[in-house]
């Protein structure tokens, strides 16, 4: 079907001209002024339709949601609000949408209603701006790691190891768990399952990633990972992508500027690349949060926030200064934090948030955390407490981003396999590119949600992905 995409008639360039256009109502005003898009831009195109030249039926089916094609020609706009409109010879409806059932109207809707309509709430002005962005701040991501000489690699999805260590993994089986084949010892008997043994859905590429750096030097993977935590906050997902780089010979600086280096790309790109989406959805969350109490509210604006990150490095410090820092905190003196704070715990989300929202208004990347709370394959310090772990965390999210420089030395990861009851056998290949060739190497995982969320400013992390999976819920 030949047409004009919308955002090729916004501007002047084709006045004059006859234009065909396809694209869903968004509203019809005075039986003459039809607002359409085709999702080739966020704004909407204006169609003005001869009234008393069409078929009344025809009017009655330009409601909110209806499919249509129109033939007409450009002209500059006599109203305000738009450069150029429509005037519509011929137009034909190519599918209704009953007003009576159809649920997205043109009014405010609760992210909680359009969460249940997801497969229509692409539909709307605020999904059609956060997915365009979804698009751009991937297509950044690619293009960062591009030319910053990296090579993708698809590491498996299915896989039997548990690299995070948390055993929050979903099985993998074709086994009919009506009837699942029993071993002597009365176990399931995995010989007869699939791939011969257990295996899950990954946690995370970075096992297979740091193969691929031990020969490639830079690589990223940029997948899905799933994890069954049944942790239902508005910053996790059963199912979500993430972005993954390991590079041979990289110390935890380097993966620090590495982090830092990629944040400040790619959200560059998109203010460079979206501004009237990241303006649209500026005052979207101004409007939201006129309803909030003051020291809810955001102390600046989303493109203020994703500039102020852009212009700014990061503050670094331990673990162990940001226990100090909590400590002498004022909600801390006043037993205002529910967890407690002393080394060794794993922080809360409450304790992230005091020191990048209250303490240092800014990303914080916090090093050095005690071994204990973090994955086996971190690089031990020298104090033997701490391993060179990083995690990157920012305003109204908390943790955005967790890497470190990896245990390379084979003796120490031996140790490590113990303490952490992961049998040697298991991670035999992990084992092997410590025995041949080890170097030093770090890399980190990107939440690319959670990327979203910081750059469109939403606040719920289910109206970041498409169709999200949560604890009881995988509809669509
Ligand atoms: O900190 P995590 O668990 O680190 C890893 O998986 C490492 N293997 C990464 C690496 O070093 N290559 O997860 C990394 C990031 C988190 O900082 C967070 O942004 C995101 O992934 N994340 C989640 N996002 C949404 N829902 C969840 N359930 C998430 N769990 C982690
Ligand atoms: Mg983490």
Redesign the pocket.
């Known amino acids: 079907m030949k047409r004009h995409a919308i955002s090729e008639l916004l501007d002047a360039t084709l006045v004059g001209q006859n234009v065909t256009v396809c694209g869903w109502v968004r509203t019809f005003r005075n039986n003459q002024f039809l607002s359409v898009n085709d999702g080739s831009s966020l704004e909407n195109l204006q169609l003005v339709i001869d009234r008393e030249g069409t078929d009344e039926v025809l009017l009655k089916r330009l409601t909110t949601g209806a499919a249509i094609r129109a033939k007409g020609t450009l002209v500059e706009s006599q109203g305000s609000g738009q450069a150029t409109e429509v005037d519509v010879k011929v137009i034909e409806v190519l599918g209704d949408a009953d007003p009576e059932v159809y649920p997205i109207q043109m009014k405010r809707h609760t992210m909680e209603f359009l969460r249940e309509k997801a497969h229509l709430r692409f539909r709307t002005s605020t999904f059609n701006a956060v997915f365009r962005l979804r698009h751009g701040l991937q297509y950044a991501i690619h293009e960062y790691f591009d030319q910053a000489g990296f090579y993708m690699l698809h590491t498996p999805i299915i896989t039997g190891s548990d ?2 260590g ?1 055993g929050e993994m979903f099985q993998v089986t074709t086994l009919d768990l009506n009837q699942v084949p029993k071993n002597e010892e009365g176990q399931v008997d995995h010989g007869a399952d699939f791939f011969g043994k257990p295996s899950n859905l990954t ?4 096992l297979e ?1 740091e193969l691929g750096a031990m020969a490639l030097g830079k690589v990223y993977t940029f997948g899905p ?1 799933f ?1 069954a ?1 049944n ?1 239902n906050t508005s ?4 199912e ?1 992508w ?1 972005i ?3 590079v041979a010979f990289n110390d935890l600086t380097d993966n620090m500027d590495l982090a830092e280096d990629c944040l400040r790309f790619v959200l560059t790109k998109v203010l460079e690349r979206f501004p009237s989406e990241l303006e649209f959805l500026a005052k979207r969350e101004s409007d939201t949060e006129k309803q909030l109490p003051a020291d809810q509210r955001n102390e600046m604006g989303l493109i203020e926030r994703l500039r102020f990150v852009t212009e700014n490095p990061c503050v670094r410090i331990t673990y162990t200064e940001a226990i100090d820092l909590l400590r002498n905190s004022k909600p801390f003196k006043k037993n205002k934090f529910k967890y407690p704070v002393e080394w060794g715990i794993d922080l809360q989300s409450e304790h992230e948030r005091w020191l990048v929202e209250k303490k240092f208004k800014q990303p914080v990347i916090l090093t050095d955390y005690p071994a204990e709370i973090k ?1 086996f394959y971190m690089r031990s310090n020298d104090d033997g407490k701490t391993v060179a772990a990083m ?2 965390l920012v305003p109204g999210i908390g ?6 420089q990896r245990e390379e030395r084979l003796d120490v990861l031996k140790e490590k396999c113990a303490a952490f009851d992961i049998p040697e056998d298991h991670v035999w290949w992990y084992m092997d590119t410590r025995r041949f060739g080890t170097a030093p190497h770090a ?5 690319f ?3 979203v969320m910081f750059a469109t400013g939403m606040t719920n ?1 289910r109206d970041v992905i498409p169709f999200p999976r949560t604890p009881q819920n995988a509809e669509f």
């Open positions: 690299a995070e948390a946690v995370s590429g970075q990633a990972t994890r935590e942790s910053r996790h997902l059963a979500f993430m993954e780089p390991e994955a995690d990157v943790e955005l981003i967790g890497g470190s890399g980190f995982g990107l939440g949600e959670r990327l992390i």
